[in-house]
């Protein structure tokens, strides 16, 4: 690349928020580049490991559901134009106690909360008490005390697809990837934004940086404090042969069973041919550098998700893990997203971070993020992620 090179739009990390960008961007004849440190779909930030929890009814605040409905279906346009299978919907169960206590933000009452969201919205649901869910799901072992909330429309996409298909969609549009190359600065300049990078640089109408854990590095004061990069660990076990047929059935879930944020995990059914579930707790306080992040899972660790979440909750899973990976979160202090103008440059939109609950609502979010930049406005309201509800409380 070189500084004679222009665009209208440049596009700064393509993980789910950027690839959605780009993809809304080409679709809307805007000259548009995405530029990315690795070479996606990757497995280096947040958006890797086959599958990522999809709901309507969303307990993080009603706010979000226009932003799940509107993912939907733009990934059911995408399936249609290509041929791809990205979104399953195969039901979405969340448990938790009937009288729940929680310290934590985001999951407080969570699974009340996302029974209002969804009669707020008319979204089709179940409550189910203890026993009925170990009627439908065998595999499941609730507390008496314990209830649930099911959601037929709930299930799971394929992340790297989704963001692969994006990517694909785009440069099929006229959009350009450059791809393994690390963005050094970004600073607004007159009328433009000029990027450089390792290779060259670019000079930019507007810039959208959707860079996860790197944005802490790109965009300076105030999101060096306001943003946490975080090591996430998901986790593989083997199912025993006779719940194989019951975790291939299996709805995706979702289980708060304590008063820490930490009490909690989520996974996935059986997907064909695994003969093993995907399930994964949340760690808020493991921060870490995302250059510097430890990559390798220990037994140790997987033997923790086991005991501390899965024992006397889950059945038909063997021991030991088969495999497991990292991934990152990159969390505000609120745990909602950040999605507002840089406060010091005009033509820089922040996309980007979703404290480790976004992917569900990327499609949607890079659609808001191209109707921002080029039309000044956006369909879907979004001002409960602005910036200065964070500076406020901080």
Known sequence: MNLSQTCDVAVIGLGAMGSAALYQLAKR???????????????????????RITRQAIGEGAFYVPLALRSNEIWKELEAETGERLLTQNGCLIVEAASPVSTGVIRNAFLERTRKAALAYDIPHEMLDAA???????????????????????????????VGVQLEQARALGAVTELGTQVISVAQTGDGVRIV?????????????????????????????LLSPSRQVMHWFEVDPDFRQHWANSPVFIWSHGPSPNDFFYGFPSLSGSKAIKTAGEQYDAFVDPDEIERTVTPAESD??????????????????????????????????????????????????????????????????AQWVLDGQCRIDVSAFALSRLRVAA
């Open 29 to 51: 004849g805007a000259k548009a580049v995405g530029i990315d440190r690795f070479r996606p779909p990757h497995d280096q930030g947040s958006t890797h490991g086959e599958t």
């Open 132 to 162: 009925e869910i170990h009627r439908r799901y065998p595999q499941f072992t609730p507390r008496e005390d314990e209830i649930g909330y099911f959601e037929p429309g709930g299930g799971y996409l394929n992340p790297e697809r989704c």
């Open 197 to 225: 990078t390792d290779r060259g640089e670019l000079s930019a109408g507007q810039v959208i940086v959707s860079a996860g854990a790197w944005a802490l590095s790109l965009l300076g004061e105030p999101f060096k404090k």
């Open 304 to 369: 923790a998700m086991r005991e501390e979440h899965l024992s006397g909750r889950v059945q038909g899973l063997r021991a030991r893990a088969l495999r497991a990976v990292t991934c990152l979160y990159t969390v505000t202090p609120d745990s909602n997203f950040l999605i507002d103008r840089h406060p010091e440059s005009d033509r820089i939109l922040v996309v980007s971070p979703c404290s480790g609950h976004g992917f569900k609502h990327s499609a949607a979010i890079g659609e808001v993020a």
